[in-house]
C-alpha cells in the first residue's frame, strides 16, 4: 500500500498486524508462503535485562568517551564471541521470584546446614580413616564447624530476641540474610550506564543526542550531512554503488514519511509529537551515526540504522538499539550495536510523560536467518503471532521455529483473528472524487467488478477493522 498520510495510532494498529513501512511504502508479508517468514518482534523496554555482552559494549564505549581510547582489534573479536555465548544475568545470578514461603525455605536450606551437622558427633575430627586427610581438607572442616557454631549462636540471639521457637527463628534469619543480601548486590541499570560520563568535565570526547523530525523542515538543515553518513554506510557496508546513494533515494527511503505529527508533552530534549524522527549522535560536533524511528502511542519503532564506517569500533549499533547485525567480515559489535541500548533508554524515557509507551519494535524476526536472529537476545521479547496477531514470549516461539519455518504460535485453535472476521461493508471507508463515503455507497456510485470487490475485501481484512474505518482508500 502506498500511504500518503496516517495517523500515529493507524500505524500503530498496523505494525500490530505484521505492517511495516519503506518510506510511504506499507507492506505486510505473506507469511505461510515466504521462504523466509518475517515476524514482528517487540522487547519491553520497561524490563530490558542487560546481558554481559551488552555491558562490555558500553564500557567499553564509555572509556573511549572518558579517555579517548579505541578497542583493539582483538577486543573486537571477543566482543564479537561474546554476543554469541552470553546469557542473560537474570539466568545467571538470580533466581526466579517466589512466594514468601518458597523464599524461606530456601534461603533456610542455603545457608543453615544446622540439620546436617547436627547428627555430625562432637569428636568427629578424630575420627581415623583410611585414607589420609591432607591439610586442606582440615582446614575447610573447622571452617566448616566454625559456621556451623555462628549459626547456632545467631539462631539463639534471634529466639531471645523474638521469643520464639527454632522454627520460627530460622525463617527470620533467612528473611534477615536475605534482605542484607538484595542491600549487598545493586545491579547498574542501562542509564546510568549511558549517562554515566555526562558529569566528567575533563572527558575526551563529547557525544550529543539530538532528535530531528522528518516530518517538518526541520530535517533540511543536516540533510547533506546525514547523507553523506548514510552513503558511506550503505557502500562500506552494504556494497551499493555510488548511483544506489543518491540524495533523492535517500530522502524516498528515509526521510519521506507517512506520519502525521501529533503533539504529545514530554521534556525538553525528548520528541514532542508523534511521527518519524532521525536520532542523530554527534561526537565532538561531527554526525558520526543515524537512527531513523517512528514515535507511536505504544511503542518507539526501529526503522533504519546507519553510521560512519570510520567510526566502526565504536560498535554505535549496539550503543543506539543494541542491534547486532552480523552483516559480513567488516561487522563490529561495539559500533553495530552501542545504539540500540540508546532506542531502548529513549522507551523507558518516553514512558514516563507517555504510560502507555512500553515496547521497542525491532522490526521482523527472521528465526531461519542467523544475521537477524541476533533480535531475539534483547529479553524480554514478544513475537506476533500470524493468525491471530497476538503476542508470546520468544522463549515459547523458538521451539516451534526450530520444528518449522513457519508456525502458528497461539496454542489455542479456537483463537481467531476476529479484527477480520466478517467486516460489513459499512465498515469500509472510501476516498472517492473528494468524497468520503462507506464501501457500500460506493458500490452503488461505481459499477465495479468482481476482482476490484474481491481486492477491497481482502484489503480489508488484511488492515482489520480497526484501520478499515478509520483509513480512507483512496479509488480513481
Keep these: 500500500l502506498w500511504a500518503h498520510s496516517l495517523s500515529p495510532i493507524n500505524y500503530q494498529n498496523l505494525i500490530d498486524r505484521n505492517w511495516r513501512r519503506s518510506g510511504k511504502y506499507c507492506y505486510k508479508p505473506i507469511l505461510q508462503k515466504t521462504c523466509c517468514p518475517l515476524y514482528t518482534i517487540r522487547c519491553d523496554a520497561l524490563n530490558f535485562k542487560l546481558r554481559k555482552s551488552h555491558k562490555k559494549v558500553l564500557k567499553k564505549f564509555n572509556k573511549f568517551l572518558l579517555t579517548g581510547e579505541k578497542p583493539s582489534k582483538r577486543r573486537e573479536t571477543e566482543l564479537r564471541n561474546d ?26 536450606q542455603d545457608i543453615n546446614p544446622i ?17 589420609r586427610k591432607t591439610v586442606s581438607e582440615t582446614s575447610v572442616h573447622k571452617k566448616t564447624k566454625a559456621k556451623t557454631l555462628r549459626i547456632e549462636r545467631k ?16 525463617d527470620i534469619m533467612s528473611i534477615e540474610f536475605l534482605n542484607r543480601t ?4 545493586k545491579i547498574k541499570t542501562l542509564e546510568e550506564y549511558l549517562t ?6 575533563d572527558r575526551a570526547h563529547k557525544l550529543e543526542i539530538k532528535f530531528v523530525s522528518t516530518t517538518t523542515d526541520e530535517y533540511k538543515e543536516t540533510f547533506e550531512s546525514s547523507h553523506e553518513v548514510y552513503k558511506k554506510y550503505q557502500m562500506a557496508i552494504h556494497g551499493d554503488t555510488d548511483d544506489k546513494c ?96 540508546r532506542e531502548i533508554y529513549l522507551v523507558q524515557q518516553l514512558h514516563q510523560f507517555i504510560p502507555n509507551l512500553k515496547y521497542y519494535y525491532m522490526g521482523f524476526y527472521v528465526h531461519s536467518c542467523p ?70 455507497q460506493y458500490k452503488k456510485n461505481k459499477r465495479i467488478s468482481t476482482k476490484e470487490d474481491q481486492q477491497i475485501k481482502e484489503y480489508a481484512k488484511l488492515i482489520g477493522r480497526k484501520c478499515s474505518h478509520q483509513i480512507l482508500l483512496y479509488r480513481s
Design 371 to 440: 544475521k537477524m536472529k541476533y533480535k531475539g537476545k534483547f529479553l524480554p521479547s514478544e513475537l506476533l503471532c500470524g493468525e491471530t496477531f497476538s503476542w508470546h514470549p520468544i522463549s515459547k516461539c523458538t521451539p516451534k521455529l526450530d520444528a518449522m519455518k513457519y508456525s502458528r504460535f497461539e496454542d489455542n485453535p479456537n483463537v481467531i483473528d476476529s479484527a477480520a472476521n466478517d467486516i460489513k461493508d459499512s465498515e469500509i471507508l472510501i476516498l472517492y472524487e473528494r468524497q468520503v463515503m462507506p464501501y457500500q
Design 83 to 108: 554476543f554469541d555465548t552470553d546469557m542473560s544475568e537474570e539466568q545467571k545470578t538470580a533466581k526466579p521470584l517466589m512466594d514468601e514461603m518458597n523464599i524461606n525455605r530456601e534461603c533456610t
Design 182 to 185: 538484595k542491600n549487598r548486590i
Design 155 to 170: 539462631l539463639k540471639k534471634i529466639m531471645e530476641r523474638e521469643k520464639c521457637d527454632e522454627i520460627k527463628a530460622k
Design 246 to 341: 543518491t540524495a533523492k533515494q535517500y530522502k524516498r527511503f528515509l526521510i519521506d514519511s507517512p506520519l502525521d505529527n501529533e503533539d504529545c508533552q514530554t521534556r525538553e530534549g525528548l520528541p514532542n509529537s508523534f511521527g518519524s524522527y532521525h536520532q542523530q549522535y554527534w561526537l565532538d560536533n561531527k554526525l558520526i551515526a543515524v537512527g531513523v524511528l517512528d514515535i507511536l502511542p505504544n511503542c518507539v519503532s526501529s526503522v533504519y540504522l546507519y553510521y560512519d564506517p570510520e567510526y566502526d569500533f565504536l560498535s554505535l549499533g549496539t550503543y543506539s538499539a543494541l542491534r547486532l547485525r552480523y552483516i559480513d567480515s567488516n561487522y563490529s559489535p561495539i559500533m553495530n550495536n552501542v545504539l540500540l541500548y
Design 115 to 131: 540439620n546436617e551437622f547436627d547428627v555430625i558427633p562432637d569428636n568427629s575430627l578424630n575420627v581415623k580413616s583410611n585414607e
Design 196 to 201: 554515566e560520563n555526562e558529569n566528567h568535565s
